[in-house]
Nanobody, 125 residues
Framework: QVQLVESGGKLVQEGGSLRLSCAAS????????MAWFRQPPGRERQFVVA????????YHAGSVKGRFTISTDNTKNTVYLQMNSLKPEDTAVYYC??????????????????WGQGTQVTVSS
C-alpha cells in the first residue's frame, strides 16, 4: 500500500515562492506517474502538473506553466512542486497523487490510485 504525505504549505505573499514536498512510501517510487492537484475554496479539484517516469515527461496546466515545476529525489522517494510568482488565485489545498501505470489522461483526478492528505497554500495580495 502506497502512502503519500505532503508538506510545505503555508501563507506567502503575492509574487513569492514556495516548495511543496510529497514523500512516498510503500512501493518503488519510479514505477509511478506522479501528479499535483489543487482544490481552491468552494471549487473542484484542479490538475496542476504531472510527471511520467517512464518517458521523463512533464505535463502542466496552462495556468501554472512557466511558474510551477515538478521535480524528484529518488533517493528520498520524494517529489517536489516548486511554485514561483505566486498569485492569490493559487490559493488552494494542494494534493499529491500517484498511479500504478502510465495510461490515461493525467489531468483527470479519477485515474489516480493514491492521494495524500493535502497541504494548504494561501497567497495574500
Amino acid at each position: 500500500q502506497v502512502q503519500l504525505v505532503e508538506s510545505g504549505g503555508k501563507l506567502v505573499q503575492e509574487g513569492g515562492s514556495l516548495r511543496l514536498s510529497c514523500a512516498a512510501s510503500g512501493r518503488t517510487f519510479s514505477n509511478y506517474a506522479m501528479a499535483w492537484f489543487r482544490q481552491p475554496p468552494g471549487r473542484e479539484r484542479q490538475f496542476v502538473v504531472a510527471y511520467n517516469w517512464n518517458f521523463g515527461r512533464t505535463y502542466h496546466a496552462g495556468s501554472v506553466k512557466g511558474r510551477f515545476t515538478i521535480s524528484t529525489d529518488n533517493t528520498k522517494n520524494t517529489v517536489y512542486l516548486q511554485m514561483n510568482s505566486l498569485k492569490p488565485e493559487d490559493t488552494a489545498v494542494y494534493y499529491c497523487a500517484a498511479k500504478d501505470d502510465y495510461s490515461g489522461d493525467y489531468s483527470d483526478p479519477v485515474i489516480y490510485d493514491y492521494w495524500g492528505q493535502g497541504t494548504q497554500v494561501t497567497v495574500s495580495s
